[in-house]
T-cell receptor, first 113, second 114 residues
Framework: GQSLEQPSEVTAVEGAIVQINCTYQ??????LSWYQQHDGGAPTFLSY????GLEETGRFSSFLSRSDSYGYLLLQELQMKDSASYFC??????????????FGSGTQLTVLP | DTAVSQTPKYLVTQMGNDKSIKCEQN?????MYWYKQDSKKFLKIMFS???????INETVPNRFSPKSPDKAHLNLHINSLELGDSAVYFC?????????????FGPGTRLTVT
């Protein structure tokens, strides 16, 4: 089966840097996605890593180590609007061989002034 | 222009009723999904269609039946609603060709069963 682990809550102050870790166990792994969801809103795509290394998109970066089954999302220069839930999701195969995203339980990030 | 839209946004109904949720995407995507998000924010895939063909059908009670009349629409019909069906249901879409890592979600339908 699949399992993903990420911290349930993280708190940081404005302007700081925060890292949200994600470890996973799955078969047929293709890559790791990250999504942001504000309270009452829809998940929105942030980044995707298929290969080892760091991907940077503005203030957000995402890292993957396939050998360690580990990834993280790095948020720099935190702003109040970054307060949201962040989900890692593995791209893998279902038992029927279709590719899918399996989501972690989410990390609630609170940014304090 | 809304990329992925769902109706209704809120749905309050009694146990035993039958209800439907509609989803439409104007992104030209080939693949559409239904997810259920529970009160603990756990997001779980229910179904996926690619070009109107069902490709993912997770362990979901057969009271839930998806229908895709064309590749821009994916509806969800739920029979004999139960209290445990209360959740937020999200529709999503992605491009074909294996780009399921980047999904575009609709605003969600908050279903409350009383």
């Amino acid at each position: 089966g699949q399992s993903l682990e990420q911290p349930s809550e993280v708190t940081a102050v404005e302007g700081a840097i925060v890292q949200i870790n994600c470890t996973y166990q799955t078969s047929g792994f293709y890559g790791l996605s990250w999504y942001q969801q504000h309270d009452g809103g829809a998940p929105t795509f942030l980044s995707y890593n298929a290969l080892d290394g760091l991907e940077e998109t503005g203030r957000f970066s995402s890292f993957l180590s396939r050998s360690d089954s580990y990834g993280y999302l790095l948020l720099q220069e935190l702003q109040m609007k970054d307060s949201a839930s962040y989900f890692c999701a593995v791209r893998d195969r279902t038992s029927g061989s279709a590719r899918q995203l399996t989501f972690g339980s989410g990390t609630q990030l609170t940014v304090l002034p | 222009d809304t990329a992925v839209s769902q109706t209704p946004k809120y749905l309050v109904t009694q146990m035993g009723n039958d209800k439907s949720i509609k989803c439409e995407q104007n992104l030209g995507h080939d693949t559409m999904y239904w997810y259920k998000q529970d009160s603990k924010k756990f997001l779980k895939i229910m179904f996926s269609y690619n070009n109107k063909e069902l490709i993912i059908n997770e362990t979901v009670p057969n009271r839930f039946s998806p229908k895709s009349p064309d590749k821009a629409h994916l509806n969800l019909h739920i029979n004999s609603l139960e209290l445990g069906d209360s959740a937020v249901y999200f529709c999503a879409s992605s491009q074909g060709g294996g780009r399921e890592w980047e999904q575009y979600f609709g605003p969600g339908t908050r279903l409350t069963v009383t």
